[in-house]
């Protein structure tokens, strides 16, 4: 049998684990195709013009799936809460329901519940519900696979945490690599970038940031690069408590780079229509000003032009270069004012200066 998972969404959190539980216990995983033009507007069409961009394109992939896949199921968890009493947006919680109301189409949707704030409820009784339509009722089974499942989403954590990229960080763990990154090249300019998974991570909806950043000399960090201990301090020096489940990697990762004095900048990108992150950015917005740490929040759409985009993006890196010179160049006249006043050390110093 053949599995459809969209590539969208929660696909960007857990698919090493769907990948490994599914395939220990028979099926055949098929991904929907990368998100194109034609996949946002096949979505966008289908439901109300407010819906934010990652739903439209969750759509659009489900449609993949059952137009250009052939695949006998839909796989689309109804992910309430990751933790006691950290829920995530109706939109996700509502997945299912979504589907099943504006894809008109007589197709098996899986449609599983995972609520960790039900304490009756464990994560096998989720992993038995994402099967019992397929026929698998064996326990052990289930729990055998679940262990290769956790093992591929392991690995795929430890790779990205040390660098590795997300696309190849996931190609490795469903072909049971690991690899670790030991040296990473160095950049003049650090920015964390601040964004959830699915926003970040597909290249259509994010355009290619993280690969734009670099090459206009900026080293990117994401919330992926991150333990959750690391993302709790965040919270702290934000002042506030998480409730939203996907606010580790946006208000916990926010927090952490704002106080980290390697990063010279932060840019959060978000969906337009988000209530959940305009609620985040208005927190991180205010205490950027605090740690005085600059800031540039870029919001998508399915019109969002790239144009503007990468304009804005040279603007804040341009931003950065300038005030990174300007305050090694200070440093270097109180450091010269105060000890050894020799020329030569002092233009090696500037030169170095300059070429940021
Ligand atoms: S958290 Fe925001 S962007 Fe994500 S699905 Fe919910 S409303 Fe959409």
Redesign the pocket.
Known sequence: MRIGIPRA?SFYNYYPFWHGFFTNLGFEVVLSGKTTKSIVSAGSALVVTET????KIYVGHVLDLLQNKKVDAIYTPSIQSIDYKIY?????RGLPDLIRNVIKQDFLLIEPTLDKSDKDKTFYDYLEESVKDLGVTDKEAIKRASKVGWKAQNNFNMMIHSGVSFEKALRYAIEGKVVILKEEEEYPINVAVIA?G??LHDDHSSMKILSKLNKLGVKTYTADRLTQEEMKEGFRNLETDIY?A?EYEMTGAAGYYMKDDHIDGVITV??F?????SIMIERMTRFSKKFGKPLLNLTIDEHTGEAGFITRLEAFTDMLFRKKRLNLTQSFDKEFKSKDNKQEKKTNKYKIAINI
């Open positions: 969404l934010c961009l990652p739903v995530n947006c109706s939109k996700i959830h699915y926003n939203w996907n978000t969906a229509g988000c209530g959940p992150d």
